[in-house]
Each structure stands twice: as structure tokens, then as C-alpha cells.
T-cell receptor, first 111, second 117 residues
Framework: ETGVTQTPRHLVMGMTNKKSLKCEQHLGHNAMYWYKQSAKKPLELMFVYNFKEQTENNSVPSRFSPECPNSSHLFLHLHTLQPEDSALYLC??????????FGSGTRLTVV | AQKITQTQPGMFVQEKEAVTLDCTYD???????LFWYKQPSSGEMIFLIY??????QNATEGRYSLNFQKARKSANLVISASQLGDSAMYFC??????????????FGAGTRLFVKA
């Protein structure tokens, strides 16, 4: 366990479904992140939250909707996704400029 | 714009030997941080080592060291005495700024390291 917990580990959803990914950390970190990792592509930053305020939205389509109710929890709400959205979604947290602590990721398959 | 380049898609190394994974970066900022992460087949990303742009000495963490050459904008990872468990993807990453708030880090495409017995 890294201290960052992501659920579920695997998710299969249809293009018309609505689902949510959850990320939780109890490391006392102030910043949390969502990254997308697709096959043969570098990790893509999606969202950055600092003290539960969104500080970065990296031109992510609106079918991905983040929510950060407090510094320990981060959600990614998914709706009407496309097959190309299938990927590994990684959550991370950090304290200031230190290295990230990543969760184990959610492997998402859109059918 | 930020850019991280890892030119080695795959590398082989004999067990117990040292290996260097290359990373070059591009930034116009004076203050930035450089990171290396390891991703085993299990998928979890593991933070290995950090180098600040103002750090005069190369960072070291156990068998990992970062060969920081600021003028060349390179931040190569050196793994000494390779072990079979070192087989994984390795990502170089950079963030701009002093990291005082929420900040973004960009990642290179990665290098897959294979350690041979």
C-alpha cells in the first residue's frame, strides 16, 4: 500500500453509463492529481487540485468531471465515454514540490 | 512549453551491472524539479529520486543516482548493481516552479528496462 488508494481497480462500462473513480490519501498531502495512461503514450495530466481547489484542467473533455470535496479525497466522474477513453487512470498526491505518491490505478475499459 | 525526451524505448542490462537511462528536458524556467519514477508490470508508479534545478550535487538514493548536467539539460538515471526486480518501465518527469502550490508535472514516454540473469 502506498498510502493512496484508488477504487475500483478495474472498471468496464458502456458508452451510455455513468460511473465514478475514487481516490483517497491520508498522507497529509495538499495536492492531488488525475493522470491518464494510454498504451504507447506518455502519462497525460488531466487535473490538479491544491487544497481542494482546482488549479489545472489540461483541456480535458467535459465527459470527465473531477470533484475534490477535501484534501484527502478526489473523484473522477465519467459519463458518455468513448472507446478511446479506455486507459489506466492514475491518481497521485504530493506535498508541495515533492515527488508524487501514486495509487495503483483504475484500469478502465469502455465498450 | 515543457518537454521531456527519453530516447531509449528499451534497454537490456546484465544482472549486477550498472545502467544509465537517458533523459533530456526543455524549459525556460530557472526553477524546476526533475524526477524519476519506476512502473513495474503491476502498474503502480513508484517515486525513485528527485533533483532540484538549484541543487549543486547530484541526487542519490541507494542504488539510484541522478546525473544532472544543467547546461546540457540532461538528467540521466544511473542504476548500479542491477537486480532482476529492476525490470520495469522508467519515467523521467519535470515540474516547473518551486512547487509551492498545486503544480503540474509532465512525463517522458518512458524506457523499458530488462535485467538479464
Amino acid at each position: 500500500e502506498t498510502g493512496v488508494t484508488q477504487t475500483p481497480r478495474h472498471l468496464v462500462m458502456g458508452m451510455t453509463n455513468k460511473k465514478s473513480l475514487k481516490c483517497e490519501q491520508h498522507l497529509g498531502h495538499n495536492a492531488m492529481y488525475w493522470y491518464k495512461q494510454s498504451a504507447k503514450k506518455p502519462l497525460e495530466l488531466m487535473f490538479v487540485y491544491n487544497f481542494k481547489e482546482q488549479t489545472e484542467n489540461n483541456s480535458v473533455p467535459s465527459r470527465f468531471s473531477p470533484e475534490c470535496p477535501n484534501s484527502s479525497h478526489l473523484f473522477l466522474h465519467l459519463h458518455t465515454l468513448q472507446p478511446e477513453d479506455s486507459a489506466l487512470y492514475l491518481c497521485a498526491s504530493s506535498r508541495r514540490g515533492n515527488g508524487y505518491t501514486f495509487g495503483s490505478g483504475t484500469r478502465l475499459t469502455v465498450v | 512549453a515543457q518537454k521531456i525526451t527519453q530516447t531509449q524505448p528499451g534497454m537490456f542490462v546484465q544482472e549486477k551491472e550498472a545502467v544509465t537511462l537517458d533523459c533530456t528536458y526543455d524549459t525556460s524556467d530557472q526553477s524546476y524539479g526533475l524526477f524519476w519514477y519506476k512502473q513495474p508490470s503491476s502498474g503502480e508508479m513508484i517515486f525513485l529520486i528527485y533533483q532540484g534545478s538549484y541543487d549543486e550535487q547530484n541526487a542519490t538514493e541507494g542504488r539510484y543516482s541522478l546525473n544532472f548536467q544543467k547546461a546540457r539539460k540532461s538528467a540521466n538515471l544511473v542504476i548500479s548493481a542491477s537486480q532482476l526486480g529492476d525490470s520495469a518501465m522508467y519515467f523521467c518527469a519535470m515540474r516547473e516552479g518551486d512547487g509551492g502550490g498545486g503544480f503540474k508535472t509532465i512525463f517522458g514516454a518512458g524506457t523499458r528496462l530488462f535485467v538479464k540473469a
